[in-house]
């Protein structure tokens, strides 16, 4: 179903303030259920999770503020849902799905999609969806991020459509067929391996889409669904306008409609992107031509991926207090060469693109429109965990941990960048201490800012942190990370960040053949550095330390000048930032 548009006229003010409001109020109450109800560290803790409205044709109506990344993608899995299965939706009805290719983002953010019928009829009238990332779905590795991945299959299970709830019945059968029987058939590949804490998150998830449906029906019991439909029409419309004024205010800003930027991964790839500005209608052109070809590894991007980080930044430049929403992409033309890294193929492994390339996606737009510095550019991916296939091929039960570590925030003009902090498309939280110590075998040893990483200028770009964890047992740990060889650039004569390290403390110990153990002389730790990118089984005892990038300066540095400023680096971007109101308060010092 589609909302009619052309009898609308101009919206009532208040009203159009109050359905954006009651419209994100449901997708928080849809959060809010999510995380009192989910069991795993991952949707509990550090909240990597996002919940949302879509309208009748698939488009995102409002969100919370979850994860970017998810927001900007799940209208492609819900309309993708709506085209496979048509008229055959009824009452009842979940879908699940994960598949790059059916709007998803990598495999372990599973969506789970469900209908909002009207109460009178067998209408649509809205969806409500949830996307979680699962900590593990099987593949070659715990917690399903190999950094080694160079096909999808290796990367897990793969569910492109799956009715994992059938006019109200739970498809646990099914289930254990896609993330067990399936993905274990791949050599090499296991299962989940903990199938336990994925089935009952997927059941939050249901069960938070269920609270959604409830309360849109209200709204539309309040309100009327005419009412309703109209102004949901217009939260997309006020969007939309908001974007078309930001294009028309960048060229007289700029001084030109032609805008462009490139910037490279750790591999030499380029990211390029000619951004067109038609100042007449507020519309531009965004072309991804020039952009590096199919990656043989995992930093591949799928497009939905590609949507997601160009409307998160279109969103984050505007000055107004709006919903992230479909009306956002109206006045874009998004284009993107086939068989590239951010188009490639239908067996590509993509999981370092969805939480690597699409920050170097917004870091790239962001330059092309001269908005602010480059931030960390990486979410600096760390997995670790038990289990898969023993030497019979058997599927072992196991466990995995995954978590992103913060870095720094590029700075703009008139602010300094923020220290430790999740940048851009992820908005989680790290393990607290205390949880992670209690629930896995690893210690804490050191989890602070990485000091006079960010880089130096007139406004400084924010520092990355250090990460040191020691593990109690022999584990296999992953770390999937950039800007490990390119530094988060500078602007304006602004200095760059510092790089990222990831360092493998190996505990050793010298051959003394028969002496008793404690007759040994223990030896000096030997430190490797192990690469953006690398798998590593670690022993009991051995550390990994890991220094996360800082962001870029803006502006040449001049201590005269810069020592009459105020330290304001509390300050975050105005482009990571919400309404004008909020970020001249910042500024003020409120």
Known sequence: MSVPQA??????????????????????????????????????????????????????????????????????????????????IKRGDVFMTNSPHAGGSHLPDITIISPVFDPNSDEIIFFTASRGHHADIGGILPGSMPPTSTNIFEEGAEIVSFKIVSGGMFDRKSLVDYMIDRPSKYPGSSGCRNLKDVESDLKAQIAANHKGIQLIQAIVDDYGLPTVQEYMFHIRSNAESSVRNLLRDVVKRM??????????????????????????????????????????????????????????????????????????????????????????????????????????????????????????????????????????????????????????????????GTSGVHTHITNTRIGDVEILERRYPVIVHQFGLREGSGGKGLWKGGDGVVRELEFLQGLQVSILSERRTRQPYGLEGGGPGALGRNTWVKQSRKEDGDLPEDARQPLKPRKINIGGKASVWMGKGDHLLIATPGAGAWGAEDPDVDNGHVDRSHVKAWVARGSLAEREAAQAGF
Not at 35 to 60: H, M, V, W, Y
Not at 79 to 84: I, P
Not at 274 to 280: G, L, R, S, T, W
Request: glycine share 10%; charged share 15%; proline share 5%.
């Open 255 to 416: 001084g030109t409609n032609v805008l462009s930027a490139v910037d490279y991964l750790d591999d030499g790839s380029p990211i390029q992107l000619k951004v067109e500005i038609n100042e007449d209608d507020g519309s531009a052109a965004l072309d991804f031509e020039g952009t590096g070809c199919e990656i043989r590894g995992n930093l591949n991007a799928p497009i939905s991926v590609v949507h997601s980080a160009v409307i998160y930044c279109m969103r984050a430049m505007l000055d107004l207090d709006i919903p992230l929403n479909a009306g956002c992409l109206v006045p874009l033309n998004i284009k993107i060469p086939e068989g590239s890294l951010l188009s490639p193929s239908r067996t590509a492994a993509v999981c370092g693109g969805n939480v690597l390339t699409s920050q170097r996606i917004v870091d790239v737009v962001l330059k092309a429109f001269h908005a602010c510095a480059a931030s960390q550019g990486c979410t600096n991916n760390l997995t670790f965990g038990a289990g898969g296939k023993d030497k019979d091929g058997n599927n072992v039960v196991g466990w995995g941990y995954y978590e992103t570590i913060a870095g720094g925030s590029g700075a703009g003009p008139g602010w300094h």
């Open 7 to 88: 009898n609308y006229g101009a919206p009532d003010p208040i009203l159009l303030t109050l359905f954006a409001n009651r419209f994100m109020s449901v997708a928080e109450a849809m959060g809010r259920s999510l995380q009192q109800t989910a069991i795993s560290t991952n949707i509990k803790e550090r909240l990597d999770f996002s919940c949302a409205l879509f309208a009748p044709d698939g488009d995102l109506v409002a969100n919370a503020p979850f994860i970017p990344i998810h927001l900007g993608s799940m209208s492609f899995a819900v309309k993708f849902q709506m085209n496979l299965h048509k008229t055959t």
